[in-house]
């Protein structure tokens, strides 16, 4: 039995995919702590601090605000199923994969979605938004901050605005952005948010930050149907994660630790800090792909920090350098989903991931394995225009 199977031992990646990204050293550390129970008046402290260091994180004074137990697609899911119920119309932005999900949910959920479709690669078009919102009575609007299929920023801001005019509430997907960029979510108007530890946030994939504001939750109140899932039932998450600390489920107790220590590191690089150290990795990142005569997808002023959209170079072999990458320097960047899959490289600059040496080392492989598979670059460009912009 041991020799047929050994410890495991995982090798050390360089996680510059679409996710997860790296974990940060001090989350490990903590996941490593004793599993005490979860109705222990201990680990009750330590849910009620991880609910108000997620407030500072979301930059919200809802109430309710807390990790669900599940990776992303859970808080995408709990999202939609408890706002929308039978014959409610819904207003879902689609331009990329992720968001094509959400369509998807708020029909299992027996949702009327309208959809407003854009060009995936760029950014939703407002105005497209503004005329579906003027023919439907909808109850939310659903749009992905920050679509990771395509490396693509939604205007947030302005759909809120459009949305708060029809009393309509704002639902966004911020997994690839919590943490990564600029989020306000009560400053902005968004009513109802979600992301995923995976992501900018340097944490394993499990759980699922969410965020309702009390307009948000009366709407839940006033259901006239059960929301269907009784795992992701608000209401019933709001009874064990509030002051009544009622059993619904066995919370992941070393997944909230470590959720609480990858908040602790937000705050304690800061916001602001946090937000430019992701901007300036992207733009240094960007500025070396340039040199070396690659583009990037979205245009200019609609791009992620966080993930950026790669246009695979003609005649070049998508899965041969992933491959290489993988093997060769242990760095894992992804490919393109659904309508880009082998048109798209997407590589993360997320969390912890976000550093300076990731993206020299990344640009450094990468020159040298295009070059040996034939393709044409000036040796030595990416390295001056990533310099350039370190200073
Ligand atoms: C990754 C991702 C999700 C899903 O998260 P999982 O952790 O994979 O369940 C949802 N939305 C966006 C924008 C994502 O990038």
Request: negative net charge; hydrophobic residues 40%; charged residues 20%.
């Amino acid at each position: 039995m041991q020799e047929q199977f050994l410890e495991l031992d995982p090798p050390e990646r360089i996680l510059m995919g679409p996710g997860p990204s790296n974990v940060h050293p001090r989350v490990l550390k903590a996941m490593s702590l004793p599993v005490i129970g979860h109705l222990d008046p201990c680990f009750i402290g330590i849910m009620h601090e991880v609910m108000d260091l997620l407030k500072s994180v979301f930059q919200t004074s809802n109430d309710f605000t807390l990790p669900i137990s599940g990776t992303g697609s859970a808080g995408m899911e709990a999202s939609l199923c408890n706002a929308i119920e039978p014959g409610d119309e819904a207003v879902i932005c689609v331009n990329g994969f992720f968001s094509d999900r959400m369509a998807d949910i708020a029909e299992r959920c027996g949702g009327r979605p309208t959809i407003v479709e854009g060009e995936w690669g760029h950014a939703i078009d407002v105005n497209k938004v503004e005329s579906a919102l003027k023919q439907t009575k909808a109850k939310v609007v659903a749009v992905v901050h920050a679509e990771t299929s395509t490396g693509a920023m939604n205007p947030v801001k302005e759909i809120s605005e459009l949305a708060q005019k029809q009393g309509a509430l704002l639902l966004v997907d911020t997994v690839t952005s919590l943490g990564g960029m600029p989020l306000k979510v009560d400053e902005w108007g968004i009513d109802i948010c979600y992301s995923g530890t995976q992501k900018c946030l340097g944490c394993p994939p499990g759980m699922a930050p969410i965020t309702f504001s009390e307009r948000a939750m009366e709407a839940v109140r006033n259901r006239k149907t059960k929301v269907q899932s009784l795992y992701l039932d608000l209401g019933l998450l709001d009874t064990y994660w509030g002051e009544k600390s009622a059993y619904h489920h066995t919370a992941p107790i070393s997944m909230v630790y470590a959720v609480r220590e990858a908040l602790r590191l937000v705050l304690e690089e800061g916001l602001e800090a946090r937000f430019k150290r992701h901007q300036l990795n992207h733009t240094a990142l960007v500025a070396g792909l340039e040199a070396m005569g690659l583009n990037i997808l979205p245009g200019k002023d609609e791009r992620l920090w966080t993930l950026n959209a790669v246009v695979i170079p003609e005649g070049v072999d998508d899965a041969k350098v992933r491959n290489r990458l993988l093997e060769e320097y242990s760095i894992e960047i992804g490919g393109g989903l659904g309508v880009l899959k082998g048109k798209l490289w997407r590589v993360g600059l997320m969390g912890y991931t976000s550093s300076r040496s990731n993206v020299l080392l990344f640009l450094s492989a990468l020159e040298t394995i295009l070059c040996s598979e034939g393709l044409n670059i000036e040796r030595g460009a990416a390295s001056q225009a990533v310099s350039a912009v370190y200073g």
